[in-house]
């Protein structure tokens, strides 16, 4: 066991933790922050995405000791404030969620790519969600969501008639 | 149970809305199964076979049962319950015999997953390897070994399958319709070709995860990632032989399902366990590993085609055999079997038809429904095939297409008539065809084949798929006024990322008159609290609970005037409602609001009357039947949804590489009640429908081994898979039993995408490829040798088909 301390979304956590135990594992089971999803658990899946000291990472392949010290965000950091923010608000508007279970890592994917590109192009959201997997939308909604987060969407997706 | 309301006055059906589910899910809030702690929960893991087949000489747990922290152990021999949907052909854990790879053998319950995971280890089995039957076609053979010597033992839904004991059929699915042999003296051609897909894994993001709690007096509680709550408990009561009302099953939200989740799972092996641990909440989440192997995929199928047609290009007669690859336990195969013969010439009219249909039992992870139920498979050799035969009688494909689509007046295979409001096939053809400009290049396209050197190649490919679901199916919808005149409305269809939630929000608020702010409809499901519903699966959601969330709004409505018009002192037939209050017509300063009747409508002088308001609704599937065991005939379709797929592809002749332009996606979706859900099943669909076009399959070795069970082995695709356009297109004929005129739409996106790849790549070099996926190198294969490939079962006799194609010219007819 190991004493560890880590600030998640602004706040000072303190655990006491087995050194096999992932940070996944430990957000989920033992802090209970349960928006960080586990799709795969070796780092396929991109679901577990969190930031941590601005990088973004997989959860399920950093072990929670390695975490000591670090700042955190998750995906219950997005709307702390008691309201969406406009990356969540667009994929609202856009059904960009269906499950909804790559959502939280999506949105923290997206979260790191706007810090570097507060504007990218459709190509560069298509490289930065790469690896982060969504079996129900086909990406194409969440694309159109982000481009309309960052104002780059004049057409809304209307559905046509023939 | 169309509504006649001019579009023009609606204000919520077919209009955007965003769904009711999202905020939940974007602020991480939204509950799985999956992030689930119950006090004094445990954790179960499994010990899997790594043999195809085998026979269990012994399992020795003395370790696992020692070691601190384990509650339970479970292995076969000691459960005596059989579990089945249409053949109860499964125990809960193997006995005696392992029948596939990744086959549950034993499990543990421990206080942790690590502990859990460090018993399943101990334990010790002893297996004597036998020679597992791999391809369904070797399963056939009379020397082959038995995968259920005792199926003529098992009980079976007889209404609707025919298991053959003493061999590896599970099921065999027959129709017949007119004279075939007759049809094809008759014809100018035949063409008679084989087309063969692999297994394919679902891929929900969650994988499967189940709490169950085996309380005192056999009350068990069930919290599972199910699609369908009350079929999974009645299955579950037949293992168990318990009643009906000791079992409750809860399904809070669901990471995906895709059909994969459908029926039942691991929960009668959570419950053993539970049970075992003295009531203790048990926790089994599988691995992405186990996902692929212990839990079901999508059965591989082998689709043989012979075709009589014309010299004017009509088709005359089709005869159609598929080999569906059940694995080693029948589960929806043998339903699958059944649904994709019945639709198995596709949206064309064939007036003279042979479908033999089998469920062939092999030792592989075992099949089951998934998105589509057989119709994707068989698809994509139906598609192709029309592809293949146009090209050898000198015809445009898709002019070959229109000129055999059901049109009204059409018979369907089984004896079905088309009518105008069934839907159009030709519409939808017609909308892909302008979409992707089939038939010509632009002045863009001939620039950019210039420029990249790529060749480009267009197709156009139709599809149909009706409910597959028996004559009775039922659901029902309650719809109760809270306090506020809000509303709240229960149901058991689940929504696991479809939408339909959203779109019956939207169909209640529509037929109340209020806004839909005022309308819930409660996420989680409950058997012990929510109405019946059979299943979540087929596309039948929308039109079915549609129909029942219209009744309970219209049953409430009934009940509220009743107790209004007492109030008010007046005939129902005076009042009228706005969002706020039921009013009288003709004098509407004399009202009363919902809110003052919501709970019950008070008098002045305390005098009270009416109570809380509640609305039903059920809707039961009007006017189906059983099919003739012998000849396939009757009538086993709800409602047909057609659609079409057009795709421009472009690919590098020297490498077999591609990349796909655009898709154009058609539907006659009936009436569009949200347009945003109908084009986010139609991507995502469709884009799923290319994951199995392009690189997804199960990879056996000659043992059964399988070698893929991981996303490193077994791609799916990526934001990078993309199309780089992508269209959504409605087509609305409205259907006339259908909420406000909706059909499903929810599995088709996904059908014949394959074939409208194999199609663009064979119009654009000519590569004849008869089996999917379609990876670059099989691509690069065709151009180059112009033959098939196989390596779905290394160096299976059979390869992936016996393909080359089989055109005779008939002499008779040349004058
Ligand atoms: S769960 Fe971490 S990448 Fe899949
Ligand atoms: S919304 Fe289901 S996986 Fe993305």
Redesign the interface.
């Known amino acids: 066991m190991k004493r560890v301390q880590f600030t998640i979304n602004g706040d000072l956590y303190e655990r006491e933790i087995h050194e096999h135990r992932t940070l996944l594992h430990v957000l989920r089971e033992e802090i209970g922050l349960t928006g960080t999803k586990e799709g795969c658990g070796a780092g396929e899946c991109g679901a577990c995405t969190i930031i941590m000291n601005g990088v973004p990472i997989n959860a399920c392949l950093v072990l929670a000791v390695e975490a000591d010290g670090t700042e955190i965000e998750t995906v219950e950091g997005e709307s702390k404030s008691g309201r969406l923010s406009p990356v969540q608000e667009a994929f609202d508007r856009h059904h960009a969620v269906q499950c909804g279970f790559c959502t939280p890592g999506m949105l923290m994917t997206i979260k790191d790519l706007l810090q570097r590109y507060p504007k990218p192009s459709r190509e560069q959201i298509i490289e930065g969600i790469e690896g982060n997997f969504c079996r129900c939308t086909g990406y194409e909604q969440i694309i159109e969501a982000v481009l309309d987060a960052t104002g780059q969407l004049e057409e809304k997706g209307e559905i046509k008639h023939a | 149970m169309l509504e006649q309301i001019p579009a023009a006055e609606l204000r919520y059906v077919g209009k955007?809305t965003?769904?009711i589910?999202?905020?939940?899910?974007?602020?991480?809030?939204?509950?799985?199964v999956?992030?689930m702690?119950l006090s004094g929960m445990l954790y179960a893991r499994v010990k899997t076979s790594p043999h195809a087949r085998a026979r269990i000489v012994s399992i020795n747990t003395e370790k696992a049962r020692k070691l601190p922290g384990v509650r339970a152990v479970v292995i076969g021999e000691e459960l005596d319950y059989r579990v089945g949907l249409y053949v109860v052909d499964k125990a809960i854990l193997a006995r005696n015999e392992v029948r596939h790879y990744g086959e549950a053998v034993a499990a543990v319950a421990a206080d942790s997953i690590?502990i859990a995971q460090k018993a399943v280890d101990l334990i010790d089995v002893e297996y004597e390897v036998l020679k597992p039957v791999l391809h369904p076609l070797d399963a056939l053979k009379d020397d082959a070994p038995l995968v259920h010597p005792n199926l003529g033992e098992y009980d079976y839904m007889e209404a609707a399958f025919t298991p053959k004991p003493g061999t590896n059929i599970a099921n065999h699915t027959k129709l017949r319709k007119g004279d075939v042999e007759k049809a094809f003296e008759e014809a100018e051609w035949t063409i008679e070709r084989e087309y063969t897909n692999p297994s394919v894994q679902?891929?929900?993001?969650?994988?499967h995860v189940a709490i169950v709690k085996w309380g005192y007096d056999d009350e068990v509680t069930i919290w599972s990632s199910a699609q369908s709550p009350f079929t999974l408990r009645n299955l579950f009561c037949t293992a168990f032989r318990l009643p009906h009302r000791n079992v409750r099953v809860i399904v809070p939200?669901?990471?995906?399902?895709?059909g994969g989740k459908a029926g039942i799972g691991i929960e009668p092996l959570v419950a053993v366990l539970s049970k075992k641990a003295g009531g203790a909440p048990v926790k089994l989440t599988a691995?992405?590993e186990q996902e692929f192997s212990l839990l079901p995929c999508r059965s591989q199928l082998t689709y043989r085609i012979k075709t009589g047609v014309s010299k004017d290009g009509k088709i005359l007669g089709q005869k159609m055999t598929m080999y569906w690859d059940s694995g080693a336990y029948a589960d929806y195969a043998v339903n699958v079997t059944r649904a994709s013969g019945y639709s198995a010439g596709g949206p064309y009219e064939i007036p003279n038809a042979q479908v033999d249909a089998y469920t062939i039992y092999t030792n592989k992870p075992f099949g089951t429904a998934y998105r589509g139920f057989g119709h994707v498979e068989f698809h994509w050799g139906l598609e192709r095939h029309m592809d293949l035969i146009a090209r050898a009688i000198g015809m445009d494909p898709l002019e070959f297409r229109k000129r055999n689509a059901l049109r009204e007046g059409s018979t369907s295979l089984t004896g079905e008539k088309i009518r105008a409001n069934t839907g159009s096939i030709l519409?939808?053809l017609?909308?892909a065809e302008s979409a992707v400009g089939y038939g010509t290049l632009t002045e863009a396209e001939k620039a950019r084949q210039e420029k990249t050197g790529m060749k480009i190649g267009k197709a156009v490919v139709g599809l149909h798929k009706a409910p597959a679901m028996p004559p009775f199916t039922a659901t029902a919808v309650i719809l109760r006024m809270n306090e506020d005149s809000t509303v709240t409305a229960t149901l058991s269809l689940t929504d696991?990322?479809?939408?339909t939630y959203t779109s019956i929000a939207q169909m209640i608020a529509e037929r109340l008159g209020f806004p839909i702010q005022k309308v819930k409809i409660a996420f989680e499901s409950d058997t012990d609290h929510d109405p019946y519903d059979w299943q979540t699966v087929a596309s039948k959601g929308l039109l079915l609970s549609g129909n029942a969330a219209i009744l309970a709004a219209e049953d409430l409505l009934k009940n509220a005037y009743e107790i209004a018009a007492q109030a008010l002192r007046c005939q129902v037939v005076d009042l009228d409602h706005d969002a706020e209050k039921i009013f009288i017509r003709h004098h509407p300063e004399s009202s009363v609001t919902f809110r003052q009747l919501a709970i019950g409508y008070c008098y002045p002088n305390g005098n009270s009357i009416g109570g809380p308001l509640i609305g039903v609704g059920r809707y039961i599937a009007q006017g189906l039947t059983h099919l003739d065991k012998d000849t396939g005939q009757g009538l086993p379709a709800l409602d047909w949804t057609y659609g079409a797929h057009g795709m421009i592809v472009e690919v590098d002749e020297h490498t077999g590489e591609y990349n796909v332009l655009k898709v154009a996606s058609?539907f006659d979706v009936g009436k569009?009640i949200n347009?945003?859900?109908?084009?986010?099943q139609a991507?995502?669909?469709?884009?799923?429908g290319l994951g199995t076009a392009t690189c997804e399959g199960y990879i056996y070795d000659q043992e059964g081994h399988l070698l893929n069970p991981?996303?490193?082995d077994n791609k799916?695709?990526?934001?990078?898979d993309?199309p780089l356009e992508?269209?959504?297109?409605?087509?609305?004929t409205p259907q006339i039993d259908g909420p406000y005129g909706a059909r499903g739409v929810g599995e088709h996106s996904m059908i014949a995408v394959a074939a409208a790849l194999g199609n663009a790549l064979q119009n654009a070099t000519g590569a004849q490829i008869t089996h999917m996926p379609l990876r670059f190198e099989d691509v690069w294969r065709a151009i180059q040798r112009r033959e098939p490939v196989d390596n779905w079962i290394t160096k299976s006799p059979y390869g992936s088909c016996r393909s080359a194609p089989e055109v005779q010219r008939h002499q008779q007819q040349e004058c």
Do not use: N, W
């Not at chain 2, 679902?202 to 994988?207: F, G, I, K, L």
């Not at chain 2, 347009?675 to 986010?680: F, I, K, Q, S, T």
């Not at chain 2, 991507?683 to 799923?688: A, D, E, Y």
């Open positions: 955007r965003p769904r589910d999202a905020k939940e899910k974007l602020t991480g809030q939204a509950t799985y999956s992030d702690v690590e679902h891929v929900p993001m969650e994988t939200h669901v990471g995906g399902g895709f691995t992405r519409k939808c017609e909308a696991y990322g479809q939408g058609v569009v347009p945003d859900a109908v084009r986010g991507i995502g669909g469709m884009l799923q991981s996303f490193t799916i695709p990526t934001a990078k993309l992508v269209e959504s297109i409605s087509v609305e």
